[in-house]
C-alpha cells in the first residue's frame, strides 16, 4: 500500500499485513498529485507540486511489492493436434488467493513460434485449467505470466 501527503514525507509505502513503513521517499518542498503514483515493475512513479506550483514527474527505483507465486503443470507428453490440459494456481505472499484474476499463457513451439493461448483465468481460489492444442510435434514449452495488483507483483 502506497500513500501520499503535502507537506513531511510525500510518499511512503507499508507492509500490507503488518502495517509497518516499508519504503519512504523525503522531499520536504514538494506534494504529491493525488492519484498520480503507478507502479512499473519495482519502480514507482508520480508526479509532485513543489511550493510554485510546478509539476515534476519523480522516480522512485527499488519500491518492491511482495511476490506472488504462480505453477504450471502440464504432462510430460502430448502428441501434435490433440489437447492437453495445463493447470496451476496463483497464491498471493500470505498463502491467501487473488480472486478470479486474467492470466497470459504463452505457448512456443520448437519451430520459434510465440503464441497466446486466449480466455485464461483463474478461480475465485487462484486455481486454474485450460486446454491447448499444439499445432506442430517437437518441444513445447508454456509461460504463463500475471500482471499482478496493486498490492502485489
Wanted: proline share 7%; net charge neutral.
Amino acid at each position: 500500500m502506497i500513500g501520499g501527503r503535502t507537506s513531511g514525507t510525500p510518499v511512503v509505502m507499508y507492509g500490507r499485513a503488518g502495517g509497518e513503513q516499508t519504503f519512504a521517499y523525503e522531499n520536504l518542498g514538494s506534494g504529491l498529485v493525488a492519484g498520480s503514483l503507478v507502479y512499473s515493475g519495482g519502480t514507482v512513479f508520480g508526479v509532485l507540486r513543489d511550493l510554485s506550483g510546478r509539476l515534476h514527474l519523480v522516480r522512485l527505483p527499488d519500491v518492491t511489492l511482495p511476490a506472488s507465486t504462480i505453477t504450471l503443470t502440464a504432462p510430460a507428453t502430448g502428441t501434435a493436434l490433440k489437447p492437453l490440459t495445463l493447470s496451476g494456481k496463483l497464491t498471493l505472499s500470505d498463502g491467501s488467493a487473488p480472486g478470479e484474476q486474467p492470466l497470459t499463457l504463452i505457448r512456443w513451439t520448437s519451430d520459434g513460434a510465440r503464441t497466446p493461448v486466449e480466455g485464461v483465468k483463474t478461480a475465485a481460489d487462484g486455481t486454474y485449467s485450460v486446454d491447448d492444442i499444439p499445432p506442430i510435434g517437437g518441444q513445447i514449452r508454456y509461460d504463463v505470466l500475471w500482471n499482478g495488483t496493486a498490492d502485489h507483483r
